[in-house]
């Protein structure tokens, strides 16, 4: 009998709706054992450099993150170990000095834009996940987004998402597509979606006696 927790990985473009698929997966199985890990989370730390500095970084390249350190924590979570999860700080640009103790589940999900992009990752999935939602409400959600919770301006929103968001989503994320076993579009919304990988999940969580 295999044992080992199920992974499912949910990539796709910033506003893409990754966040609110992930949280209705995690609604349908609350109480039962299912984690989040979040990309963001594992930004690389740039405590260590200056705010301007910061602020030129490219946050949708595959080497802004700590992919490394990701990779353990997933192996960790496999072995039923748990893990001290890194903090973001959006509004810092950085790591915050806490960490967030994550005690190992059966489903773990893993959720972020560039997150199919690293075939060690990738490799480590069970259920391979795009949300795949037009340009045009991506960057409506964004601005939305990014005003209300991540303290930017209109214009800063506008110049990040038209100098390296759109360019690296085509070179870098979109592309990721083909590594998908499901494509949902348009988001958390898409009940038909969200209740098929509901089936799916517990069909492999039952395989593996866990249900
Ligand atoms: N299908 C949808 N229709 C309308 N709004 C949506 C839909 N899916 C997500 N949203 C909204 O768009 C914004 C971005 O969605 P989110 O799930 O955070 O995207 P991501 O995690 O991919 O950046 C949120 O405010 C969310 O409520
Ligand atoms: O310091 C940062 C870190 C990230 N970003 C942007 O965030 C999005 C990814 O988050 P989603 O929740 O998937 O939208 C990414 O496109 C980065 O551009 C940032 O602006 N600053």
Same mark, same amino acid.
């Given at each position: 009998m295999d044992h080992k927790p199920v992974i499912i990985g949910v990539a796709g473009g910033s506003g893409s709706g990754k966040t609110s698929v992930t949280n209705s997966i995690y609604e349908t199985f609350k109480g039962h054992s299912i984690l989040v890990i979040e990309? @963001?989370?594992?930004?690389? @730390?740039? &405590?260590?450099?200056p705010m301007e500095e910061r602020l030129k970084t490219n946050y949708d390249h595959p080497l802004a993150f700590d992919n490394e350190l990701l990779y353990k924590h997933l192996e960790k979570l496999l072995r039923y170990e748990a893990i001290k999860k890194p903090v973001y700080d959006y509004t810092r640009h950085t790591r915050s000095d806490k960490t967030i103790v994550v005690e190992p589940k059966d489903v773990i999900i893993i959720e972020g834009i560039?997150?199919?992009? @690293?075939e060690r990752l990738r490799n480590l999935m069970d259920i391979k996940i795009f949300v795949d939602t037009d340009a045009d409400l991506r960057i409506i959600r964004r601005l939305i987004r990014d005003m209300e919770e991540? &303290?930017?301006s209109f214009d800063s929103v506008i110049s990040q998402y038209l100098n390296v968001v759109r360019p690296m989503h085509n070179q870098?994320?979109?592309?990721?597509?083909?590594?998908? @076993?499901i494509i949902i579009p348009? &988001? &958390?919304?898409?009940h038909v979606a969200i209740d098929l990988l509901a089936t799916k999940i517990k069909t492999i969580l039952e395989q593996k006696s866990f249900l």
């Amino acid at each position: 009998m295999d044992h080992k927790p199920v992974i499912i990985g949910v990539a796709g473009g910033s506003g893409s709706g990754k966040t609110s698929v992930t949280n209705s997966i995690y609604e349908t199985f609350k109480g039962h054992s299912i984690l989040v890990i979040e990309q @963001d989370y594992y930004y690389k @730390d740039q &405590g260590h450099l200056p705010m301007e500095e910061r602020l030129k970084t490219n946050y949708d390249h595959p080497l802004a993150f700590d992919n490394e350190l990701l990779y353990k924590h997933l192996e960790k979570l496999l072995r039923y170990e748990a893990i001290k999860k890194p903090v973001y700080d959006y509004t810092r640009h950085t790591r915050s000095d806490k960490t967030i103790v994550v005690e190992p589940k059966d489903v773990i999900i893993i959720e972020g834009i560039l997150v199919l992009e @690293d075939e060690r990752l990738r490799n480590l999935m069970d259920i391979k996940i795009f949300v795949d939602t037009d340009a045009d409400l991506r960057i409506i959600r964004r601005l939305i987004r990014d005003m209300e919770e991540r &303290g930017r301006s209109f214009d800063s929103v506008i110049s990040q998402y038209l100098n390296v968001v759109r360019p690296m989503h085509n070179q870098f994320i979109e592309p990721t597509k083909r590594y998908a @076993d499901i494509i949902i579009p348009e &988001g &958390g919304h898409n009940h038909v979606a969200i209740d098929l990988l509901a089936t799916k999940i517990k069909t492999i969580l039952e395989q593996k006696s866990f249900l």
